[in-house]
């Protein structure tokens, strides 16, 4: 099939570039000339295991343009994966969506024969039918909107792990509103035999966000009934353990520790918590679970204070800084909070991670980089804020270690050894 791919960011670069992988012919569009330019000579703008191999692997089936018209009056099917930020008050801001849409519709105004859209950006209920299609109704003409589908086909990819996300899927969702729409998802993911779901367009929305909000809460349970098991002297991991074995619950998303971070958790969950009380509804449990997130990390100051009452002045070593291992994205990262309220008790931080130094250089310049682990561990006292691998072989002897990952090493060897949940 021919494809065009509107926003080359992480969604978009996984999402085509596997596609390709999968025998068809992609054009990725974008309005970044720079981020053309790195696909047309084989280069992913964006990191991700794998993408680059695969996407030199495909290039005779890849393109890349700036031109709409280019783009969409060569392929059939067009997913939307153009990014939807929060705006301040943590609703989600459609504008890319919107200018987008504008400009697919516009191209699809001079194109012959049908088309399909696909909003796979991660966008509220509601959004690809009252937002979207009036937008694309408005800018094309009758005659090319008469043959028109419209779907909404949401991704459950791990920053990291996408490509193999994407190869390997527990499901997939076809949210559509006709039969030919289906059918061209349906071709488009023939090869995967894993579960798939035909819905409505917005609940096919709404099952991307309760997933999200679901994985979330599971965190924010974990993390709760964690201060508690620590509290009471018992072994959190031991109660997961015994928990997770019940078919109904399961193991996975029961690590607790400082917190969820990342691009899409905070951001889905504050999203839907807006929409909701737009819709007038109370969403005490999903309100919750962010109030249970924010104050997670501070855990890590209450615990480092048992053992230096004045933070003043102090050194504070911060072992990691990325919201999880493996990549370089300090997005909504436990750690920014942690060194915020160190900062705020006048401590002096001294951080390390292998790949999200400079990321973080941008929040806080003013604060000192190790260039390895062992030197952040040279501080008074360290809190470990990711669980990278290599934290597992730090010489941890005679440190104070507030550990907000649960490192193995780190509680054995540590002369003061404090773990949020454990
Ligand atoms: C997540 C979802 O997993 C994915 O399906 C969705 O499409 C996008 O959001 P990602 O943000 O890449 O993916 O990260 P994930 O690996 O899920 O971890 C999110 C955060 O939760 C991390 O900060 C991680 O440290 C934390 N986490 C995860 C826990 O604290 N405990 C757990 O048990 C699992």
Redesign the pocket.
Known sequence: MKISIIGSGYVGMVTGTCFAELGNEVTFLDIDAQKIAAINEARSPIYELGLEDMLAGNRSRIAATTDYLEAIHTTDVTFLCVGTPSDDEGAIDLKYIRAASSDLGTALRSKEGRHTVIVKS?VLPGTTEQVVKPILEETSEKRAFVDFGLGSN?????????VR?FMNPDRIVYGTGDEKTRAVLEELYTTFSCPNLATAIKTAEMI?YT??AF??T??SF??EIGNLCKNLGIDTEEVFEGVGLDTRINP??????????????PK?VKALIAHAQRAGEEVDLLRSVIRVNDHQPLKTIQLLKKHIPDLSGKTIGILGLA???D?D?IR???AIPIIGALLAEGARIIAYDPLAETATQAIFPAIGYADSAAEALKAEATIIA??WEEFEDLDYSGRIVIDG?NIEKAKKKAAVYEGVCW
């Open positions: 991660t949401p991704e459950f990819l791990r920053e990291g792990v996408a996300d991307k997933s999200n994985l979330a599971k965190i974990a993390n996975a998303f029961f690590r607790s520790g400082i917190g969820f971070g990342g691009s899409c958790f889905d919201f999880k291992p990549t994205d909504e990262s436990r990711t669980e990952r």
